[in-house]
């Protein structure tokens, strides 16, 4: 009879019971690796979506940032542009109303001179005629007074007189004589294959509202002071740069500048 069977057994089975242990044990540290690794996964996936959501976010302020910047970009060229309109304006209709007041002021006093001249006569009917003094009204057409044909002033003398100075610019009243002066200009420096493109009319507004803010420039002949004028528009164009013509006007950078900016340029 074999006596140690019993505890051979007995070993088995403490074996058997600490390899399940063992095995239970691996389990155990195989599902915890498991769960670590999940919550990584779940980690990342929830710090991705953040980081997409936040960069979303972003984009949407940029987005919304540019837009109030172009509407602030926007309203400050609107604003601007009231402001040079309503400068303008006031600067045509300030010219409207003082030539408005020189012709009533004028008008009235011919009308003036003519009721005295009336009461004169009328005082001395049984003499013999008086001596009247020679009194001229302004030649405005038929606002009130028609000049004689002899008094009429030939625009060829007009121009003669503008190759010396501009001071007959300031008393044509009509704008017809104005934009046949600044076309024949434009006509002589074409013979000199200088090329000026806008139109006359906006170069008597421009000339009009310069001679307004400084009367003295009408002191120069007329070619230079179209000359200036297209310079400064960077409408002459008579083969050299256009930058270099304005910088000769414009000798400080801030003023060449501005000029451009005025232009669009």
């Given at each position: 009879?074999?006596?140690?069977?019993?505890?051979?057994?007995?070993?088995?089975?403490?074996?058997?019971?600490?390899?399940?242990m063992?095995?239970?044990?691996?389990?155990?540290?195989?599902?915890?690796?498991?769960?670590?690794?999940?919550?990584?996964?779940q980690?990342y996936?929830?710090?991705?979506?953040q980081?997409?959501?936040?960069?979303?976010?972003?984009?949407?302020?940029?987005?919304?940032?540019?837009?109030?910047?172009?509407?602030?970009?926007?309203?400050?060229?609107?604003?601007?542009?009231?402001?040079?309109?309503?400068?303008?304006?006031?600067?045509?209709?300030d010219?409207?109303?003082?030539?408005?007041?020189?012709?009533?002021?004028?008008?009235?006093?011919?009308?003036?001179?003519m009721?005295?001249?009336?009461?004169?006569?009328?005082?001395?009917?049984?003499?013999?005629?008086?001596?009247?003094?020679?009194?001229?009204?302004?030649?405005?057409?038929?606002?009130?007074?028609?000049?004689?044909?002899?008094?009429?002033?030939?625009?060829?003398?007009?121009?003669?007189?503008?190759?010396?100075?501009?001071?007959a610019?300031?008393?044509?009243?009509?704008?017809?004589?104005?934009?046949?002066?600044?076309?024949?200009?434009?006509?002589?420096?074409?013979?000199?294959?200088?090329?000026?493109?806008k139109?006359?009319?906006?170069?008597?507004?421009?000339?009009?509202?310069?001679?307004?803010?400084?009367?003295?420039?009408?002191?120069?002949?007329?070619?230079?002071?179209?000359?200036?004028?297209?310079?400064?528009?960077?409408?002459?164009?008579?083969?050299?740069?256009?930058?270099?013509?304005?910088?000769?006007i414009?000798?400080?950078?801030?003023?060449?500048?501005?000029?451009?900016?005025?232009?669009?340029?």
């Amino acid at each position: 009879m074999n006596l140690f069977l019993p505890s051979a057994y007995a070993s088995a089975v403490v074996e058997q019971r600490q390899q399940m242990m063992r095995q239970q044990q691996q389990e155990a540290i195989r599902q915890k690796q498991q769960q670590l690794i999940q919550q990584q996964q779940q980690a990342y996936q929830q710090a991705l979506i953040q980081r997409q959501q936040a960069q979303q976010q972003l984009q949407k302020q940029a987005v919304q940032q540019r837009a109030a910047q172009q509407q602030a970009y926007n309203q400050a060229v609107e604003d601007k542009m009231k402001d040079v309109s309503a400068q303008r304006q006031t600067v045509a209709q300030d010219a409207q109303a003082q030539a408005a007041a020189q012709m009533r002021s004028q008008k009235m006093a011919y009308q003036q001179q003519m009721q005295q001249l009336g009461v004169l006569m009328s005082q001395q009917a049984a003499m013999p005629a008086p001596q009247i003094p020679n009194v001229q009204a302004p030649g405005y057409g038929d606002l009130f007074y028609e000049p004689p044909v002899e008094e009429v002033v030939d625009i060829a003398d007009v121009w003669k007189k503008m190759e010396e100075n501009s001071q007959a610019w300031g008393l044509m009243i009509d704008m017809q004589p104005k934009v046949m002066t600044v076309q024949r200009m434009i006509d002589r420096f074409k013979a000199d294959n200088i090329y000026i493109r806008k139109s006359p009319d906006h170069y008597v507004q421009i000339i009009d509202s310069m001679a307004f803010q400084s009367p003295g420039m009408l002191d120069q002949p007329f070619e230079q002071i179209m000359k200036i004028v297209a310079v400064i528009e960077y409408d002459f164009e008579n083969g050299q740069d256009k930058d270099a013509l304005a910088r000769q006007i414009f000798p400080d950078n801030q003023r060449f500048q501005a000029n451009k900016t005025r232009l669009g340029l």
